[in-house]
């Protein structure tokens, strides 16, 4: 049923167990540094959610035994680390939408925060020779297309997290494509919860303010 993954060594789970820190998810924010942070905590706990409930839903009874596969653990830690990437910039991308109303400032503040999340990690094994090169190029794309677009909602931001977990999930191509609506729909009301959360710890005059001075004193 799980297609079989080559075992590589992949280091950063711990990095995800400091990010799950449920205290650190509970504070305010309304500066660019909490912003980050929040950003990082937000696409953590999602992406380590959202893979391992589709792995136990689809695995049942053969998922302890699973877990204890080094190669199965590691096509997980690299499901878990690309999810993240992708999730950190959708969940930016949603909190550009959510802070349009407030002014959401240039392109580069959000090119500069996402690089900034990305970066306050460790670097996944399986990235170290080429790092985050392409997330970030595709990032770019990304955001210049929805500034270009009216806002959009949730449900229709995250569904690049889904496929990108998706893809990676150590599981047989068959069953992907079998489990592609379960885990879209999975993503989505992960994000919808999270995203709700987020606004009650948002000040978004704060943020916009904060945003307008970072705009201002550096470049596009």
Same mark, same amino acid.
């Given at each position: 049923m799980m297609a079989a993954v080559k075992s590589g060594g992949e280091s950063g789970a711990m990095n995800f167990l400091k990010l799950l820190t449920i205290g650190a998810r509970k504070g305010r924010v309304r500066t660019l540094p909490e912003l980050a942070t929040a950003i990082g905590e937000g696409a953590?706990?999602?992406?380590?959610?959202?893979?391992?409930?589709?792995?136990?839903?689809? =695995? @049942? &009874?053969? %998922?302890?035994?699973?877990?204890?596969?080094?190669?199965?653990? /590691?096509?997980? #830690?690299?499901?878990?680390?690309?999810?993240?990437?992708?999730?950190?910039?959708?969940?930016?991308?949603?909190?550009?939408?959510?802070?349009?109303?407030?002014? =959401? @400032? &240039?392109? %580069?503040?959000?090119?500069?925060?996402?690089?900034?999340?990305? /970066?306050?990690? #460790?670097?996944?094994?399986?990235?170290?020779?080429?790092?985050?090169?392409?997330?970030?190029?595709?990032?770019?794309?990304?955001?210049?297309?929805?500034?270009?677009?009216?806002?959009? %909602?949730i449900e229709e931001l995250c569904e690049h997290s889904a496929e990108v977990l998706l893809a990676f999930a150590p599981v047989e191509d068959a069953i992907r494509d079998l489990d592609r609506e379960m885990v879209v729909n999975n993503v989505k009301f992960r994000f919808i919860d999270h995203i709700d959360a987020l606004r009650r710890r948002a000040d978004w005059p704060a943020l916009a303010a904060a945003i307008r001075l970072e705009t201002a004193e550096s470049p596009p």
């Open positions: 953590a706990f999602l992406a380590q959610g959202a893979s391992y409930s589709y792995i136990r839903a689809r =695995s @049942g &009874t053969m %998922g302890p035994r699973l877990m204890q596969d080094a190669g199965f653990g /590691a096509g997980m #830690e690299r499901c878990k680390w690309e999810g993240f990437a992708a999730i950190a910039g959708d969940l930016i991308l949603i909190v550009e939408t959510e802070l349009r109303p407030h002014g =959401s @400032g &240039t392109a %580069g503040v959000w090119r500069r925060l996402y690089r900034e999340v990305l /970066a306050a990690q #460790e670097m996944p094994a399986h990235r170290a020779d080429t790092g985050w090169t392409d997330r970030l190029a595709a990032f770019d794309l990304a955001l210049d297309a929805h500034r270009a677009l009216p806002a959009r %909602g």
